[in-house]
């Protein structure tokens, strides 16, 4: 359950930018979540429910975008199926994930600025 | 403010960030990373479940490391006690607890603070022994030139299928406790090709903290990262080593 030290250091990160930016008001987050970053996004979303309480993000919806993992042959491009050996069975060499199925991204904040 | 009319409303702005939510973790991993590398100490990340065998891992291969005269040192993490660092204390490694309270998982600055209360820069290997833990740990970086899981035998030939972000992650995997192979109905090829499914580059050792069967191979591949270490000058990635340094990494605005 790091979930929420996720949303903790999330949190922070915006406070960051509320105070950088002197916002009056977090209106939305935006996050991108890996189907291989370690996350679930439900549990996330969960933790900032009560993380979120007397902070600037109290009333600000947060945008979870799931990205879907796929292991690729670097070579040849071929899409492994799921659960095969991470070895394409042309090329002979080992696959790699896709672009953003391990990441955890803080997209953009949405804010009302003066 | 609003520049149409001046009537001062406040206005609505997207800020577009593109950082990923652990960029505090990760510098401060980098930063651990730099000690490190620049004291040529090679560190590891021993992660596994909890009971998997890691202090006696590390028990078992301070036997033979400290035969060849390597100095070792450790941290050693837990929610409460320090009866693994002492344990490795009368191993012969200088080690040091971090308790974590409620904290499933280790993180770089955790590392970074228990760094300062002991002599790490005097070590060759310095083992950091994560929380018993196959979810949490996987996704901090430390700082670590090299990451390692242990597996017992005992925990089921399917485990890494069922914790693939964990697995994809390492560098090894240390199939331990194989003197119970005979007791129990457990076949080590099925272990290896559930591991051939999470890991690209698998690679495994089949260990026995025990009878010491697997230490000496795993001795020579500590043995084989701390030459990379030597040879490259920095580390040789280990979790998120690949895009530690990536400029996507912590802005991109």
């Known amino acids: 359950m790091h979930e929420y030290s996720l949303i903790q250091a999330l949190l922070k990160r915006v406070e960051e930018e509320v105070r950088a930016r002197q916002a009056l008001k977090v209106h939305a987050l935006a996050l991108r979540v890996g189907e291989l970053s370690g996350v679930d996004p439900e549990l996330l979303a969960g933790a900032y429910e009560i993380a979120r309480a007397g902070t600037p993000c109290a009333a600000a919806d947060l945008k979870v975008t799931r990205v879907p993992a796929a292991w690729l042959c670097p070579r040849c491009g071929r899409i492994l199926l799921p659960g095969a050996v991470l070895r394409c069975p042309d090329c002979d060499v080992a696959a790699e994930l896709s672009e953003g199925a391990d990441a955890l991204i803080l997209d953009s904040i949405e804010m009302e600025v003066p | ?171 090894l995997v240390l199939v331990a406790k194989c003197d119970l192979v005979p007791h129990l109905d457990v076949d080590l090829s099925n272990i290896h090709d559930a591991l051939s499914r999470v890991m690209p580059s698998p690679r495994a050792i089949e260990i026995s903290a025990r009878t010491g069967q697997g230490i000496d191979a795993f001795v020579a591949w500590l043995e084989e990262k701390r030459a990379s270490l030597r040879f490259a000058g920095k580390g040789s990635g280990g979790l998120h080593g690949a895009h530690a340094h990536g400029s996507a990494s912590d802005r991109a605005r």
């Open chain 2, 1 to 171: 403010m609003c520049e149409t009319c001046g009537c001062g409303d406040p206005e609505l702005v997207p800020v577009a960030l593109r950082e990923k939510i652990l960029a505090g973790n990760d510098r401060t991993a980098r930063h651990n990373r730099e000690h490190f590398v620049a004291a040529g100490v090679l560190a590891v990340n021993v992660m596994g479940s909890p009971g998997s065998g890691k202090t006696a891992l590390l028990e078992a291969t301070a036997r033979a490391a400290l035969s060849r005269g390597w100095r070792l040192g450790a941290v050693s993490a837990d929610l409460a006690t320090d009866r693994d660092a002492k344990r490795l204390e009368a191993a012969g490694i200088p080690s040091r607890a971090i308790t974590t309270g409620q904290a499933c998982h280790l993180d770089a600055e955790l590392l970074h603070r228990a760094l300062h209360d002991i002599p790490w820069q005097k070590t060759d290997v310095f083992f950091i022994e994560n929380v018993g833990n196959l979810v949490c740990p996987a996704i901090y970086d430390l700082g670590q030139a090299a990451s390692v899981v242990v597996l017992s035998v005992t925990e089921g030939e399917d485990k890494p299928l069922k914790y693939p972000v964990m697995f994809k992650a390492v560098d």
